[in-house]
């Protein structure tokens, strides 16, 4: 079955630090998505990014953070600056685009701040 | 701005009976309603969704209703399984407005044997 891929798995960073988080999303599909979940709380949308541009974005997603599709197939998103508060779960999903709205997503990354 | 909610955080049932998780929203402008099923360490896995003009679509054990004078839908598990045990979001999305999933906050749900 089709996966969606992130690395790594666990970042640690240094708070100013700047990271990038990858994910791989399914081949044919054409709508991709960062999500969050800060320990405890609800999965947070971030950023959707559809024909190479960000077509949404929620309040969370401020200038700190960027969103890439470098190659066709990978999809970056970039602090620049951690803070604590950026330490959370971050999920990268996608979806072709076509029939009902069942996203993929993939494993997470767990962003720890210190 | 909490449009879409689970009340209980945590339901427990046997093995062997129904399991049935409820979600309650706010937005009549959504245009699917999506359940998640998500294990420790793991990204949520779709399960089951149901279109706002349908009132029940049912997959294997699963069953999603949706009422929507009550703004109310649930998810039904029969027969429950160990392996069922996991936290389960109910999501929304509208088709109109950028095609983001709004969660709620989840309910973790324990089949014991």
């Known amino acids: 079955e089709p996966e969606v891929t992130q690395t790594p798995s666990h970042q640690v960073t240094q708070m100013g630090q700047e990271v990038i988080l990858r994910c791989v999303p399914i081949?044919?599909?054409?709508?991709f998505y960062w999500y969050r979940q800060i320990l405890g709380q609800k999965v947070e949308f971030l950023v959707s990014?559809?024909?190479?541009?960000?077509?949404?974005k929620s309040e969370i997603f401020d200038d700190q953070f960027s969103v890439e599709r470098p190659d066709g197939s990978n999809f970056t998103l970039k602090i620049r600056s951690t803070k604590l508060e950026d330490s959370a779960m971050y999920f990268c999903?996608?979806?072709?685009?076509?029939?009902?709205?069942?996203?993929?997503f993939g494993s997470g990354t767990r962003l720890t701040v210190v | 701005d909490q449009q879409v909610k689970q009340n209980s955080p945590s339901l427990s049932v046997q093995e062997g009976r129904i399991s049935i998780l409820n979600c309650d929203y706010t937005?009549?402008?959504?245009?699917?309603f999506l359940w998640y099923k998500k294990y420790p360490a793991e990204g949520p896995t779709f399960l089951i969704s149901?279109?706002?003009?349908?009132d029940k679509n049912e997959d294997g054990r699963f069953t999603v209703f949706l009422n929507k004078s009550a703004k109310h839908l649930s998810l039904h598990i029969v027969p429950s399984q160990p392996g069922d045990s996991a936290v389960y979001f109910c999501?929304?999305?509208?088709?109109?407005?950028?095609?983001?999933?709004?969660f709620g906050g989840g309910t973790r749900l324990m089949v014991k044997p």
């Open positions: 999903a996608s979806r072709s685009g076509t029939g009902a709205p069942g996203y993929t």
């Open positions: 081949s044919n599909h054409l709508y």
């Open positions: 990014f559809y024909n190479n541009e960000i077509s949404e």
């Open positions: 937005n009549s402008m959504f245009d699917y």
């Open positions: 149901i279109s706002s003009i349908k």
């Open positions: 999501a929304a999305i509208s088709l109109n407005a950028g095609n983001m999933l709004t």
